[in-house]
Nanobody, 119 residues
Framework: QVQLVESGGGLVQAGGSLRLSCAAS????????MAWFRQAPGKDRDIVAS????????YYADSVKGRFTISRDNAKAMVYLQMNSLKPEDTAVYYC????????????WGQGTQVTVSS
């Protein structure tokens, strides 16, 4: 199993930036695809961005394209989400998730970090 711990959330004004970090431990980090999800109050948990174990394939939700950047450092067992031009609708709890590359289901989750964007 892999354990995930997010950090970097907080309160920011609209138009500002935040960088989320997710530290992984427990298993070989490069065996996992990684993703960021978010869940706003009263809404479903939705994927924001994902990155394959090699970093070769990256996906972004349409709502964050051009504003958010996902990256990973396999040597440090870290995944990051750089969030720029933040909007109030980006307010949510952000979760880091890991999917074993052999079957691709996101089975491992962090505890989440709150991001609040004020208008």
């Amino acid at each position: 199993q892999v354990q995930l711990v997010e950090s970097g959330g907080g309160l920011v004004q609209a138009g500002g930036s935040l960088r989320l970090s997710c530290a992984a431990s427990g298993r070989t980090f490069s065996d996992y695809h990684m993703a960021w999800f978010r869940q706003a109050p009263g809404k479903d948990r939705d994927i924001v961005a994902s990155i394959t174990w090699t970093g070769g394939i990256i996906y972004y939700a349409d709502s964050v394209k051009g504003r958010f950047t996902i990256s990973r450092d396999n040597a440090k067992a870290m995944v990051y989400l750089q969030m720029n031009s933040l909007k109030p609708e980006d307010t949510a709890v952000y979760y880091c998730a890991a999917a074993p590359a052999r079957y691709g289901r996101y089975d491992y989750w962090g505890q989440g970090t709150q991001v609040t964007v004020s208008s």
